[in-house]
C-alpha cells in the first residue's frame, strides 16, 4: 500500500487508512524480522513487543485525542500478556559471601578512599540488611546491630 511513498509522502490522514489486522500484522512481523542493514535475523520476546506496541498505541492515542484523526486501530490490537520471571534466589552460602565481601571490601584502600569508605560505611551496609532476612529461617542470618 506504501511501498512507493518516501516519508514526506505521509500526512496525518494516512493513520486513518491503518486497520486493526495491520497493526496485528506488524505485531507478528516485530516477533521475527530481518534488519534493514544487514540479514541478520532479529527477534524480540514478549517484553520487547509489548514495548514497540505501547510506543503505537501512545502514537495513535495522541493524534486521536487531539481529533487529527477518527480511529483508534491500536485500541482494537491486545497487548502481549508479559510472564513473570521466575525469581533467582541466593542460598545461604552466596548470602554469606556477600554479607563478608560488603564488610571487609574496605580493607584494601588507602588514602582518601578509605576516609571515604569509613564514613559511608554504615549506609551502604544497612541496605543489604532487610528486616525481612530477621524474619526468614531459609536464610537463618541475623548480624547483631544492624
Given amino acids: 500500500m506504501f511501498k512507493d511513498k518516501t516519508m514526506s509522502d505521509f500526512t496525518v490522514d494516512v493513520l486513518d487508512q491503518v486497520k486493526a489486522v495491520d497493526l496485528e500484522e506488524y505485531e507478528e512481523f516485530l516477533k ?4 534493514a542493514d544487514s540479514s541478520k535475523t532479529e527477534t524480540n520476546g514478549e517484553r520487547g513487543v509489548k514495548r514497540k506496541i505501547s510506543a503505537l498505541r501512545s502514537f ?10 477518527t480511529t483508534n486501530p491500536s485500541v482494537l490490537i491486545d497487548v502481549p500478556k508479559i510472564h513473570d520471571k521466575n525469581i533467582i534466589r541466593l542460598d545461604t552460602d552466596e548470602v ?6 560488603i564488610e571487609h571490601c574496605g580493607d584494601t584502600l588507602t588514602g582518601q578512599k ?14 543489604c540488611y532487610s528486616p525481612s532476612w530477621y524474619r526468614d529461617p531459609s536464610i537463618g542470618m541475623c548480624r547483631a546491630g544492624y
Fill in 96 to 101: 554469606a559471601m556477600l554479607l563478608d565481601y
Fill in 60 to 69: 495513535y492515542a495522541y493524534y486521536y485525542k487531539h481529533e487529527m484523526i
Fill in 114 to 127: 578509605r576516609m571515604y569508605h569509613e564514613k559511608n560505611e554504615g549506609q551502604r551496609s544497612c541496605y
Fill in 32 to 35: 521475527v524480522y530481518k534488519s
